[in-house]
Every structure is written in C-alpha cells, then in structure tokens.
C-alpha cells in the first residue's frame, strides 16, 4: 500500500494524472443467488462485454474499469449493507442492482454519500418521480410496460383479463400500468389478485383465477416466483395466454420454465437482440459471438447500461470522481448510444422510454 501511495505522489509530481495502472471501481449488489439470480447473471454478462472490450482499448480516459460485484440474495436488508461496503471501499457509482423495494432500500445512501446510482435494473415510477438527484435510470418504466401489454392484448380481442402480482412496491407500481391499460379501453380486470414475495403460494390463487376463465393473465413478479405461478395456473387447468414483464426476459427464465414457456408474452425495453438493423444490438451481438454467447434481452439491458457509465466517466474527465460523474450524467442530450437515444438533465434521469412485446417460441427464444 505504501509503495503505491509512493508511486502516485511520483506520478503526480511528473504531471501524469491518469498511469497505466489505474482503475476505476464500480459497486453491484444484486441477487447472484436467489429468485432472479439465472437475469442477474445475464444483466451482469452483458454489462462486461462492454467493460471488458473498453478496458481492452485501454480504458477509459487510461483507466481501466473494474465491476466489484456482491450478492444480496435479492434480500432488500442485504443489498443496504452491500451498498454500504461497496461505498466504503471507495466506488465511484454503484450500478445495475435488482429490484424496487432494494433501490428504495439503497436511495437514502446515495444522498447520504453523494454516489450516483446507474441503470437500475427495475422501472418502478418511484425512481423516476420525483427525480432522485443521485439516481440515473436507463429502462422505461413497468408502467409503461404494463400498459403497452394490456393495449396489445385488448387490440387482439382478449377482453376477459386477469392479473396477479407480488405484494410489495414493485407489484404495487407496476399494476397501476395494467389498470391504466384497461381503463383507457373502458374494462376492468376480471380477477385481480397478489402473492406474498417472502413466501409466494398459488395453492388459492391459481384455481380461483383458473375458474374465471380469463383469456389472457398477466403476471407481475420476478423469477422462480413467476414460474410456480404459470406452472400452478396450468396446473389448475387454466389455458390462457401469460403475460409477464421485461424484468423476466432472460435465457435462464425460459429455460427454468421449461415447455410452458412456449407462447408466454415478455414485455421488453431494449429493442429485439438479434436485429443487426439496430447498431447497438449489432455492436453486442458481435462481442457476445467472440465469448461464444448469445445475447438474451436482459444481456442487453446489461450492455446499455454499461455504455451509459462509460460515457459518464468519459465526459467526467481524468481521476473522476462521484459529483463530477453525475454532473457529466446531466450534460447528455439525446446521447446515441446506437440506434437508441438518451436524455438526461437535472429535471429529468428517466433515460429511455422504449417499450415493445416479445413472444417465446418453441425453440426457447424471444420473438417479436
């Protein structure tokens, strides 16, 4: 430690500001083991194909970026004492964590230490109003993702909707998209119904929404918790079209699925990952055949995310530090980062507002 103290006083002293040897750190705390971990790990490959291939050319401004990134088990208690470690050791921003009530948990840490909060990997209006200085989101909300799935199914025929969502601010927030969806064609849901996210038991839920019919039930939640509740549905005999959100988009989901994942519709935020007519999904297409991958949704969410720290750091300059970072967040103004353009300002972090729907073919893959 002593030695390298030594050696940056030298470099100083010679007016280099930025030597080969210098990283920038970044903090992740998401849930690698748990409910979500198969789309947390996907997020996390996406985000370092990027990093990896900017560090490969050198870094950013000459320093070389690192992700520190720690397991929460999606427990909102432990991804508060993760952040705090994280913050602790010196991280420039945190970055990429997983769920509402954990970045609610998180926010009151990101005034306390005045750290930039990136790409949150969950759309809940309450990151976005009112604007939360500290905090960048780069997603659409899932109320604009619930809503874009309801009008699509309401402009198909489907009237007999139902919905059944998790009990805790994500599912709260993002039901207000369904039921704006319906509003806005004059219906209500025909069952409406919410699991508990610590213990999900569909053991009443499934046959009772079963019973009604529906034609078509969304589902709002996340991971193996969404998963037993489309197995419990079939399983109750229900053969309506399920519907769940982009926060579900991943190869793990599907896989752990299994054959009931044929034909369920994923809302998505990014533009479909096998367009090569999309340059940015053509740029990480290409970085995920050279590791031999193939890039889900939620990869790319990872990816896009990556790229918007990346020009934050470049634009905050050599040694960068939390303020200037978010101060060089709040100059972009409809920055391209391939096909896709984003916005920030002090009145405003939202980021993208880009929606779309996908539906899961046979072979397990996304299609739009």
Not at 86 to 115: S, W, Y
Request: net charge positive; charged share 20%; proline share 5%.
């Amino acid at each position: 430690m002593k030695k390298l103290w030594l050696a940056t006083l030298w470099g100083v002293a010679l007016g280099i500001t930025s030597p080969a040897w210098a990283q920038i750190r970044i903090g992740q705390t998401a849930g690698f083991s748990g409910a979500v971990a198969a789309s947390v790990k996907e997020a996390t490959d996406g985000a370092k194909l990027y990093f990896d291939a900017v560090n490969g050319r050198g870094g950013v401004n000459g320093q070389t970026i690192e992700l520190v990134s720690l397991d929460d088990k999606f427990d909102p208690k432990l991804a508060v004492a993760n952040a705090k470690e994280l913050i602790d050791k010196g991280v420039v921003c945190l970055f990429l964590n997983r769920g509402t009530p954990h970045t609610q948990a998180i926010m009151p840490l990101l005034t306390e230490h005045k750290i930039p909060l990136i790409g949150p990997s969950t759309g809940a209006m309450v990151l976005h109003q009112p604007v939360h200085p500290w905090l960048f989101n780069v997603r659409a909300t899932y109320q604009r993702e619930a809503e874009r799935a309801i009008s699509h199914l309401s402009l198909i025929g489907v009237d007999r909707i139902a919905i059944i969502h998790v009990d805790d601010s994500f599912g709260a927030d993002a039901v207000q998209g369904a039921l704006k969806g319906l509003k806005s064609v004059n219906k209500e849901p025909l069952a409406l119904e919410k699991y508990d996210r610590a213990k999900p038991d569909y053991s009443a839920i499934a046959p009772r929404v079963a019973s009604k019919e529906p034609q078509a039930i969304m589902l709002i939640g996340s991971g193996t918790a969404i998963i037993d509740g489309m197995k419990a549905l079939r399983a109750a005999g229900s053969k309506a079209q399920l519907v769940t959100l982009s926060n579900n988009a991943s190869a793990g989901f599907v896989k752990e699925t299994g054959p009931i994942a044929h034909g369920v519709v994923v809302s998505q935020v990014f533009p479909y990952e096998r367009s090569i007519a999309s340059p940015v999904v053509k740029e990480a297409m290409e970085l995920a055949k050279a590791k031999n991958v193939e890039l889900s949704p939620i990869m790319l969410e990872g990816y896009v995310s990556a790229k918007v720290v990346v020009e934050g750091l470049r634009r905050a300059g050599a040694n960068p530090t939390r303020d200037r970072l978010r101060r060089a967040l709040e100059t972009f103004n409809r920055y391209d980062l391939g096909g896709l353009e984003l916005s920030y300002s002090a009145t405003d972090h939202t980021g993208l507002d880009y929606a779309d729907l996908s539906i899961i073919g046979p072979d397990g893959r996304f299609r739009r």
